[in-house]
């Protein structure tokens, strides 16, 4: 089955800095790639996705980036802010039909101002 | 205010008894999850259903049975025969299975002792 591998699993930047934080996938079929933010005590929530017919995709301060041959993804953070701070899942979705998603282990991000 | 809500926010159980976690959602969406998340461990799959009266094991199943006897209602059962349940507990749904976003619960922090 899947396998998401994230790294690392803790990252501490200063206000301004940016943040990278990358998963590798196992399976060649996957075709969709979403990250979560999950705030202390709540529930995760979608901030980014890309699939597997796009290479990179950019929303304001927050970029994803997916090398499919290398089977690997990125999540890019820039300028970031001390309301950045949280903890981060990448995910794919398995190639067989009607599966869900795999999860990462996550990435606790801290931004010191 | 369409959703997702699981109840109770907290549960506690003495060790032997099953339990049965709420999900409810009114997006009307056909596909649902529950994802178990311990500290460094990241989501992992628990059940998930497609459709009504048809659901699939993730990769841990064991000590959990679920039903969708109704689109809107997804219930997770913790039976007794799981080795270690204290741990929260997310429902999520999307509309369609396997590639699409998912939107989650607030979760339900389940404690056995």
């Known amino acids: 089955g899947e396998n998401v591998e994230q790294h690392p699993s803790t990252l501490s930047v200063q206000e301004g800095d940016s943040a990278v934080i990358k998963c590798t996938y196992s399976?060649?079929?996957?075709?969709?790639f979403p990250w979560y933010k999950q705030e202390l005590g709540k529930r995760p929530q979608l901030i980014i996705d890309?699939?597997?017919?796009?290479g990179e995709k950019k929303d304001q301060r927050i970029a994803v980036t997916l090398n499919k041959t290398a089977k690997h993804f990125s999540l890019h953070i820039t300028e970031t802010q001390p309301e950045d701070s949280a903890v981060y899942f990448c995910?794919?979705?398995?190639?067989?039909?009607?599966?869900?998603?795999?999860f990462g282990k996550g990435t606790t991000l801290s931004v010191s101002s | 205010d369409g959703g997702i809500t699981q109840s109770p926010k907290y549960l506690f159980r003495k060790e032997g008894q099953n339990v049965t976690l709420s999900c409810e959602q009114n997006?009307?969406?056909?596909?649902m999850y529950w994802y178990r998340q311990d500290p460094g461990q990241g989501l992992r799959l628990i059940y998930y259903?497609?459709?009504?009266?048809?659901?699939q094991k993730g990769d841990i199943a064991e000590g959990y049975s679920v039903s969708r006897e109704k689109k809107e209602s997804f219930p997770l059962t913790v039976t007794s025969a799981q080795k270690n349940p204290t741990a929260f507990y997310l429902c999520?749904?999307?509309?369609?299975?396997?590639?699409?976003?998912?939107?989650f619960g607030n979760g339900t922090r389940l404690t056995v002792t």
């Open positions: 999520a749904s999307s509309p369609t299975r396997g590639n699409s976003p998912l939107h």
């Open positions: 399976d060649s079929a996957s075709n969709y």
């Open positions: 890309i699939r597997s017919n796009v």
């Open positions: 995910a794919a979705t398995p190639g067989q039909a009607g599966t869900a998603l795999i």
């Open positions: 997006l009307n969406h056909d596909a």
């Open positions: 259903s497609q459709i009504v009266n048809d659901f």
